[in-house]
């Protein structure tokens, strides 16, 4: 395995390299808070293949894409959507999937859209060859393990997964009891903020960046910083975000008054455990 970097040291190149980083492409999503660390991460981890399973208006993917423009060798990405919605995003109407095609052209010697559903996708891509997944699809624990499972044989030797809403516990979203069970499997990390956003690590190989937060020796004040961190940058995103819309905070929209609530019960829940 390799030599582990001690997570000082991975905190201050990161510190260096990402404080002024900020997504381009700012829209109403439960993901805005994470664009910061998916710009860390693509440095990071470098992954030759990038799958998104669940695009939507494309706020995580096109963070991905932007970080990924500017590496020496920026890898490929796809999205898989059908752009039609579900239960939890809604259903929404073509206007959603124009503006993803006109947002990809800057993207599109690396980046490729493809439309339907994750099973029909599923062949398209060999087995061993995807170094990063992330998977933001319907959150029903049914779903999100069946992604999970039927994507699983299509991660490289350095893959990582990544599944958003692992905070959230309401009665539909299951994605915290997905991930209960698989980081008792496999290396692994998370942060609270924005949802919850899971980091597992489902290959033998981890890159030597990322490796200081997967490893349990790690000091927990160390992982502690680097969860406060992605999380000050997270609410910088926030705060531009409201700003761009003239959104006041005391009078949040009606998906995030729900997506809210979710997140005040995991935190109770979380409380009540302790
Ligand atoms: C939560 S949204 C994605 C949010 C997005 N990652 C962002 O940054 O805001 C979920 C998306 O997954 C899509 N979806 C859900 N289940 C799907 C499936 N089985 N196949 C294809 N698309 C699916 C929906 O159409 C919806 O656009």
Known sequence: MAKLNTLPDALSSLLHNDRDWIPEHIVESAWLEHTPFAAWLMAALEPRVFVELGTHRAVSYMAFCQANLRRANPGKCFAIDT???????????????????????????FSTLTRGTFDEALPLFADGSIDLLHIDGFHSYEAVSHDFHSWLPKMSDKGVVLFHDTEVRDKAFGVWR??????????????????GLGVLAVGPVIAPKIAPLLHPEVAAKDVERFRHHFGELGGEVSRLYRKKFNITPGKPKKNFRSRLLGHIRS????????
């Open 178 to 195: 997905l991930w209960a069970e698989l980081i008792s499997e496999y290396p692994h990390f998370d942060f609270h903020h924005g949802h």
């Open 267 to 274: 935190l109770a829940q979380r409380f009540r455990a302790k």
């Open 83 to 109: 752009w039609k919605g579900d239960e939890h995003a809604g259903l929404y109407n073509e206007d959603v999937f124009a503006e993803v095609e006109r947002l990809n052209q800057k993207y599109c010697a």
